[in-house]
């Protein structure tokens, strides 16, 4: 966590695109939250996806963004879904220490399908599968993945289940996403996409009190509770869950408002926030490194007209190549 720390208003908003750390000595909680807007828009904007699938690519880059901050190495935090529904995959990256990247892939006729039957809850649109964290520090390390299924519930409790069952630390997460429709400085009406989230972790410095309660066994379970939730968690857990949707995507509250309404009786502190861009890390030279691996019968079935194009999925840019260069390699 960045050292500079304020009490709130002693400097000013962070604003769009800037994830807000931030800690709550008295309750042992420390999390960070973000509004995110301009970046998305590029994002989102880019592919002209129908509004179900950004709602949910949306939700998907705040997480990403949320918990890729915290990273205290350089390395890529990727979240992705893998499922049966009309959403099939949605994929987001952090590159350390502020480039993010995402892109959603769908099945256009089942989309319409669940639109028309009004089936478009991000549960719904997602069906059974699973989300996966990966965390890569670069080719001398092996990556870590962590897997939770895709149950039914929302990306928000998921995310808490993967936090309970992987890392045991106790932790709440929000997120929302909105679309706008308002008007510019010149009165044109405009369409904007907006989305939020916060994650709160119990981090006391006596790891006992960070024991979740026990789950009740179901059926036939006669026994008693054995472990009580900490106390000054069930605070900071019931506060964060007063979070409406709209207070996460509404520009005119902010990450700042929102933390001094949840926390200010415990007095909340503010760190230096950190500023997330839409930048991919697709490259020429990446794209031709990757060719060269072909077989000279690749190189044949892929060209058209001598050429070779590839565009990448998530930023959309187009390499094209010439074939004759890349078949000298593959020889």
């Known amino acids: 966590m960045a050292e500079a720390a304020a009490a709130l208003g002693e400097f000013d908003f962070a604003g769009d695109d800037h994830v807000v750390p931030f800690q709550v000595e008295g309750l042992d909680v420390r999390g960070r939250a973000v509004q995110l807007g301009p970046m998305l828009d590029a994002i989102l904007e880019r592919h002209n ?43 987001a990256d952090f590159t350390t220490p502020e480039n993010v990247r995402a892109y959603a892939r769908f099945d256009q006729t089942l989309l319409d399908e669940a639109v028309a ?14 989300l996966a964290f990966t965390i890569d520090q670069g080719k001398f390390s092996q990556p870590y993945q962590g897997i939770v299924a895709l149950d039914g519930a929302t990306l928000e409790d998921i995310a808490g289940t993967y936090f309970r069952q992987s890392e045991q630390i106790p932790t709440r997460v929000r997120l929302a996403a909105a679309e706008l429709l308002d008007r510019d400085e010149q009165g044109k009406p405009r369409h904007r996409w907006r989305a939020g989230g916060l994650v709160a972790q119990f981090l006391p410095e006596a790891p006992e009190r960070m024991r979740q309660a026990d789950l009740h066994g179901g059926d036939g379970d006669e026994g008693t509770v054995k472990h009580a939730e900490d106390d000054a968690w069930a605070e900071a857990r019931s506060l964060v869950e007063t979070i409406h949707a709209d207070e996460l995507t509404d520009p005119q509250v902010g ?11 415990r007095g909340v502190r503010v760190y230096e926030p950190r500023e997330v861009f839409d930048r991919c890390s697709c490259s020429r030279e990446k794209i031709k ?3 060269k691996g072909f077989s000279a019968e690749e190189i044949e079935a892929s060209q058209e007209e001598g050429k070779i194009a590839v565009t990448c999925e998530f930023c959309s840019t187009t390499y094209r190549f010439e074939a004759e260069e890349l078949a000298q390699a593959a020889e």
């Open 49 to 91: 996806y129908p509004a179900p699938v950004a709602r949910l690519l949306a939700e998907v880059i705040a997480l990403t963004v949320l918990l890729g901050t915290s990273l205290k190495f350089e390395g890529k935090f990727t979240v992705q879904t893998k499922s049966d529904g009309p959403v099939d995959l949605l994929v």
């Open 117 to 130: 039957a009004g089936s478009i809850e991000p549960e719904q649109l997602l069906g059974k599968g699973m």
């Open 255 to 265: 990450v700042e408002r929102l933390l001094f309404r949840l926390f200010h009786e």
């Open 289 to 291: 490194g990757v060719l």
